[in-house]
């Protein structure tokens, strides 16, 4: 197992905190609670592994309204800062409903 994919492991920890708490906030939660469809994809090979590896605690619902696509970005060669950038399409109208990131600092897991 390489390096990336023991960082998978502290970004999904990280990820999944992180969700709990995005998820309950009024202005996001009608997006977080009705996802019918999730898609991840990285933007280099780093990224790619976080892509595959990387496990949220987010449930998709066969009623759901809204597409969910996670693009994750390596900010540095070694792989120790990650943005997630979290976009939200409805299903219906194909229309981008809501766009944040997030930045997570995987260099506190290795000090």
């Given at each position: ?6 960082r ?9 905190t992180?969700i ?8 996001l939660?009608k997006?977080?609670h009705?996802?019918?469809q ?9 990224a790619?592994?976080?892509?595959h ?6 449930k ?5 309204s ?18 997630v950038?979290?976009?939200f399409?409805?299903l219906n ?19």
């Amino acid at each position: 197992m390489d390096s990336s994919t023991y960082r998978a492991k502290e970004l999904t920890d990280l990820i999944q905190t992180d969700i709990s708490e995005l998820q309950e906030r009024p202005e996001l939660k009608k997006f977080f609670h009705n996802i019918k469809q999730v898609s991840a994809i990285g933007s280099d090979d780093v990224a790619q592994v976080w892509a595959h590896f990387v496990r949220s605690n987010l449930k998709p619902q066969n009623s759901g309204s809204y597409k969910l696509e996670l693009f994750y970005i390596s900010q540095n060669d070694n792989g120790l800062k990650a943005i997630v950038q979290y976009h939200f399409i409805d299903l219906n109208t194909g229309d981008s409903v809501e766009e944040f990131a997030r930045y997570y600092d995987l260099k506190v897991f290795y000090d």
